[in-house]
């Protein structure tokens, strides 16, 4: 059983297109973050979300929105897709209280 | 301004040898330190982690060292395995804050047989 899963894996689309990653966790966390792999490969987190409000937002443009039905899942929605949105995005959970991440496989978005 | 930086971006070593992979920080807020584990289209994977309390913490053969003072931690991987060949990263965050992650730019670790 994956603990957490992203869909899909892989997706092509051309720009200025809408596009959803969806994330799902099963191990009981209350928190859930979206991290962007840039070109460079550097990790950065983007959003987190506790219990389903956003606790973190890191100034990330309002193309991308996040969006929490529950505790147990945190979807990425993002509008007018850009050449530059072009990463990898993984999806990540974590307890409260506890200090590790685990992370989900990654998206890898390509905007042609 | 990259403020956990990892100066190697590869490195090469024998199987059955000493791997040290070694990460900076800059910022003095830091208490907690991880690191992680990444295959090629896959997520990065937790590995071992140390408090800012503490200067060494061993799991197996993975033991990762902090000197606070210098700002600087490092992962020993004794023996190195084959199956230890992958990308690892260093992440710090503030406690106190929140589990945001601040990530290194990755070592490339290549165990050769």
């Known amino acids: 059983d994956t603990a957490v899963s992203q869909t899909p894996k892989y997706l092509v689309t051309q720009m200025g297109n809408d596009k959803s990653i969806k994330c799902e966790q099963n191990?009981?966390?209350?928190?859930m973050y979206w991290y962007k792999q840039d070109s460079k490969k550097f990790l950065k987190i983007m959003f987190s979300y506790n219990n389903k409000e956003l606790i973190i937002n890191e100034t990330v443009p309002n193309r991308f929105s996040p969006k929490s039905p529950d505790k147990a899942h945190l979807n990425l929605h993002i509008n007018s897709l850009e050449l530059g949105d072009s990463a990898v995005y993984f999806c990540a959970s974590s307890r409260i209280s506890g200090n590790t991440i685990y992370f989900g496989e990654g998206s890898w978005l390509t905007v042609v | 301004d990259q403020q956990v930086k990892q100066n190697s971006p590869s490195l090469s070593v024998q199987e059955g040898r000493i791997s040290i992979l070694n990460c900076d920080y800059t910022?003095?807020?830091?208490?907690?330190f991880l690191w992680y584990k990444k295959y090629p289209a896959e997520g990065p994977t937790f590995l071992i982690s140390i408090s800012s309390i503490k200067d060494k913490n061993e799991d197996g053969r993975f033991t990762v060292f902090l000197n606070k003072s210098a700002k600087h931690l490092s992962l020993h991987i004794v023996p190195s395995q084959p199956g230890d060949s992958a990308v690892y990263f260093c992440a710090a965050s503030v406690e106190a804050a929140g589990n945001k992650l601040t990530f290194g730019g990755g070592t490339r670790v290549l165990v050769k047989p």
């Open positions: 910022n003095s807020m830091f208490d907690y």
């Open positions: 191990l009981g966390h209350d928190t």
